[in-house]
């Protein structure tokens, strides 16, 4: 740890990078209180977490990221940077999600599952634009959310489904490509994570 800022109480491994460099330079790393960094995880300068961040081991949150308070980045996620990320979220294992991402708070995030943010990968110039999770969204192992699509609040991505358009708030999203059904009296409610 060089000249990152860690609140009280934050446990960072010996083989974690804080204030990795990218080509703007960039302010150091801050982390709020209490925060763990598990071995191997890069968090890139210019990143700011609120209190309790938890990563896995060789977790990577790129410049320009925002966490709020009590944020899980499990094993081998990605946060790409230019991304912001609200309170009590959790991005599991191999979650990857990419620049220009908007995730709000209460959101979960499965196994495996794809944020997309090109429409047009390298056929042909385009501006970025990562999805937008809202409050209380929940994301299935394995689902794929295309460019540009807002999963409004409360909806249920399930596992497997591919997401090519906007989703409606408390609405479950399943199948490939994703289609839209009322979501069940099991699902409703928001997510228990704080």
Do not use: K
Not at 55 to 67: I, Y
Not at 72 to 83: K, W
Not at 134 to 154: C, F, H, K, W
């Amino acid at each position: 740890m060089t000249h990152a800022d860690a609140g009280g109480d934050a446990r960072i491994h010996e083989t974690a990078v804080l204030d990795h460099p990218h080509g703007d330079g960039g302010n150091p790393t801050v982390l709020g209180e209490n925060a763990t960094v598990r071995a191997g995880t890069v968090i890139y300068t210019d990143v700011t977490a609120g209190d309790d961040l938890q990563t896995g081991h060789n977790a990577l949150v790129r410049e320009h990221t925002t966490l709020g308070d009590d944020v899980l980045i499990g094993t081998n996620a990605v946060i790409d940077g230019h991304t912001t990320v609200g309170s009590h979220v959790s991005l599991q294992t191999n979650a990857y999600v990419p620049a220009q991402t908007e995730i709000g708070d209460r959101v979960f995030v499965g196994p495996a599952a794809t944020l997309t943010n090109d429409p047009f990968p390298i056929r042909t110039a385009t501006e970025l634009a990562g999805p937008t999770l809202r409050d209380d969204v929940s994301v299935g192992a394995n689902a794929t959310i295309l460019p540009g699509v807002t999963v409004g609040e409360g909806a249920f991505v399930a596992a497997g489904a591919i997401v090519t358009g906007d989703v409606p708030p408390e609405t479950l999203a399943l199948g490939a490509p994703a289609s839209h059904e009322p979501l069940p009296e099991e699902l409703s409610g928001g997510n228990a994570l704080e």
